[in-house]
């Protein structure tokens, strides 16, 4: 029950911050939008910023848990699982008009700079993608599917911060167009090529 209540509060709240901003989201919306009392906030988060912390914890799990059939669909190979795994993202940012960009990528770009711990937090997340990255790459390595003179961890590296900058752009244009840019440079050019 009480994780429950934890993540009721913090899809609720997640949900807000996700639209307008952690630093524009008030406590009060959040206890609001979740049907909790204050009291209940403060038994799960210490702060709002200790809540902000754990949101970042919760995407990254929500994400993990929607995206890991197509981690496990070995039938594809590495690369092909990993087209599939941006692919998936579109369609999610699809369904969300393509205007509130990623939760974890819009809070590095809010709080990344201004407070250490969020840094540190929202730094593992993208360490652990990047890390998820490089195992498909690495995997392809292995089949003959990219040469082994790429530095699978470096391109998995460039390929993330592409992906946060077209995330970036999408939200600037409204519309698939930087993605769907990514998508044919990094899988038809980048990787085909290396």
């Known amino acids: 029950m009480r994780t429950i209540t934890r993540d009721h509060i913090l899809a609720c709240g997640g949900a807000i911050v996700h639209h307008k901003g952690y630093t524009a989201t008030g406590l009060q ?3 609001q939008a979740a049907g909790v009392p204050k ?3 403060y038994f799960y988060f210490k702060s709002k910023e200790d809540f902000g912390l754990a949101l970042v914890e919760y995407y990254q799990n929500w994400f993990a848990e929607q ?3 197509i981690l496990k669909n070995t039938t594809l190979p590495p690369l092909e699982r990993l087209a599939v795994f941006f692919r998936w993202f579109q369609q999610y940012f699809a369904d969300e008009g393509y ?3 990623c939760p974890i990528g819009n809070l590095i770009q809010e709080m990344g700079d201004v ?3 969020f840094r540190e937090k929202l730094n593992a997340s993208l360490t652990n993608l990047i890390r998820f990255v490089t195992g498909l790459l ?3 390595q292995t089949k003959g599917q990219l040469s082994d003179q790429v530095d699978a961890e470096a391109m998995a590296g460039f390929i993330i911060s592409a992906w946060q900058g077209a995330l970036i752009r999408m939200k600037a244009v409204a519309g698939p167009q930087p993605l769907d840019n990514f998508q044919t440079m ?5 990787l085909a090529t290396a």
Not at 186 to 190: A, G, H, I
């Open 29 to 31: 919306e959040i206890l």
């Open 39 to 41: 009291g209940s906030f």
């Open 67 to 69: 995206v890991r059939p």
């Open 99 to 101: 205007i509130k960009g």
């Open 115 to 117: 407070n250490p711990l």
């Open 138 to 140: 690495e995997e392809a």
């Open 186 to 190: 990094v899988f038809e050019v980048l």
